[in-house]
Nanobody
Framework: QVQLVESGGGLVQAGGSLRLSCAPS????????MAWFRQAPGEEREFVAA????????YYTDSVKGRFTLSRDNAKNTVYLQMNSLKSEDTAVYYC???????????????WGQGTQVTVSS
């Protein structure tokens, strides 16, 4: 099985920035698609962004377009989510997922990390 580890979460004031990272841990194999989802208290898991292996195709949910940037470094087998101009509405646990299908549906990502908390204070 593939295990993913997220890092980079924390507490930041509105308008600030954070960069999240996701990388495999332990015995793993390569997956072509990496994605970020988030879940706020009392809410369902929400798609944030996804990227294919080459980086030629990137999807963002509308609420983060222009503020978040998804990228990957395949040499390090790591995906990054640069989050700028953060808003209180971005507060959530952010999860990294991996799979073979570029999708906005969480069911297409069989591998997940434990999540990292992002808290944006107003």
């Amino acid at each position: 099985q593939v295990q993913l580890v997220e890092s980079g979460g924390g507490l930041v004031q509105a308008g600030g920035s954070l960069r999240l990272s996701c990388a495999p841990s332990g015995r793993t194999f390569s997956t072509s698609v990496m994605a970020w989802f988030r879940q706020a208290p009392g809410e369902e898991r929400e798609f944030v962004a996804a990227i294919n292996w080459s980086g030629s195709t990137i999807y963002y949910t509308d609420s983060v377009k222009g503020r978040f940037t998804l990228s990957r470094d395949n040499a390090k087998n790591t995906v990054y989510l640069q989050m700028n101009s953060l808003k209180s509405e971005d507060t959530a646990v952010y999860y990294c997922g991996a799979g073979q299908v570029l999708s906005r549906r969480d069911s297409n990502y069989p591998y997940w990390g434990q999540g990292t908390q992002v808290t944006v204070s107003s």
